[in-house]
């Protein structure tokens, strides 16, 4: 692993762990439950995090396995060109541009949709338009880094559905356990 892919991934799990850390004091005081300890918060963050950054891994493993990497015109030093190097750099990137897609510029997307339409666009629309937006962020990031074999359009549409796709079964799995909660609650009282 080389220098900047470590810079990367320290930057990486900073941003990571202090968003978790803002979402888990957000759902606590959201929610009115008690401030969760700093102790809790020690073990939470960190497993919460690899509920991210290991299906990244996986899936970068599996891209590369499908689609061999290869070294077409030096891509310079933010990927190495060992299988690791690559896998890892791939992943990072990757993460950096939907961490910044998702808290940036997703949510501007929408308001000015909702700006354009003078209405809430549907759950379907906005799902969309960030489909799409993922989309480009990653064949615009194949084509700045020759490393990531990439190969067009088609192939960045596949990753970006992949990922929401994780990401629409995480809600649903969120919305099953509140559903739970919600019940048990009722029940009980």
């Known amino acids: 692993m ?4 470590l810079i990367l991934t320290a930057l990486i799990l900073l941003i990571l762990f202090g968003l978790i850390n803002l979402m888990i004091n957000y759902i606590s005081r959201r929610d009115g439950e008690p401030h969760v300890p700093f102790r809790k918060k020690l073990w939470l963050i960190p497993l919460l995090s690899a509920f991210i950054i290991i299906p990244l891994e996986l899936f970068a493993m599996l891209y590369a396995g499908w689609f061999p990497l290869t070294d077409p015109a030096g891509s310079g030093d933010t990927l190495a060109f060992d299988s690791n190097g690559v896998l890892l750099g791939f992943s990072l990137i990757v993460l950096i541009g939907f961490l910044i897609f998702e808290s940036l510029i ?4 929408i308001a000015l949709l909702r700006l354009l339409l003078r209405k809430d666009a549907s759950i379907y629309i906005k799902q969309t338009v960030t489909i799409a937006f993922d989309t480009v962020l990653l064949y615009i990031v194949s084509l700045l880094i020759p490393a990531i074999p990439i190969g067009g359009w088609l192939q960045s549409l596949f ?6 796709l994780i990401e629409w079964i995480l809600i649903g799995v969120q919305t099953w356990v509140q559903q739970r909660k919600r019940a048990r609650a009722e029940s009980a009282g």
Do not use: E
């Open 106 to 109: 997703h949510p501007l997307v």
């Open 159 to 164: 990753i970006a559905l992949f990922f929401h």
């Open 2 to 5: 080389n220098n900047v892919q």
